[in-house]
């Protein structure tokens, strides 16, 4: 059973940058046909889809959030990263890395929830002004 764990500050700084990481077990980042995918939950908010990177490495990301968005894999390690500039205390928020499959993965986008995929426990981050 595949088990993901992010790891990251819980407290970053206004316009500094939030680097997390997610890492797997019980899986390969490669498999197909997986999307590996951060999603975040801000205080008293619905869940919202940051992005993904594939098995194959392709990346998609929330227009909302692609200016400022990366998110990278290192296979080696099998893990994968966010990546995002010029943080605001808008971005506070828990964030979570989740496994979805090829039929899963268009529905999150708009409207993710808890009910499928498989969920890491999540991490809190706090932006401070």
């Known amino acids: 059973q595949v088990q993901l764990q992010e790891s990251g500050p819980g407290l970053v700084k206004s316009s500094e940058t939030l680097s997390l990481t997610c890492t797997v077990s019980g899986g390969a980042i490669t498999d197909n046909p997986y999307y590996w995918t951060w999603i975040r939950q801000p205080p008293g908010k619905g869940l919202e889809w940051i992005g993904y990177?594939?098995?194959?490495?392709?990346?998609d990301y929330n227009p909302s959030l692609k200016s400022r968005l990366s998110i990278s894999r290192d296979t080696a390690w099998n893990r994968f990263t966010l990546q995002l500039n010029s943080v605001t205390p808008e971005d506070t928020a828990e964030y979570l890395c989740?496994?979805?499959?090829?039929?899963?993965?268009?529905?999150?986008?708009?409207?993710?929830?808890?009910?499928?995929?498989?969920w890491g426990q999540g991490i809190q981050v706090t932006v401070s002004p």
């Open positions: 990177i594939s098995s194959s490495g392709r990346t």
């Open positions: 989740v496994r979805f499959d090829w039929a899963q993965i268009e529905r999150v986008k708009t409207a993710p929830n808890r009910g499928f995929g498989s």
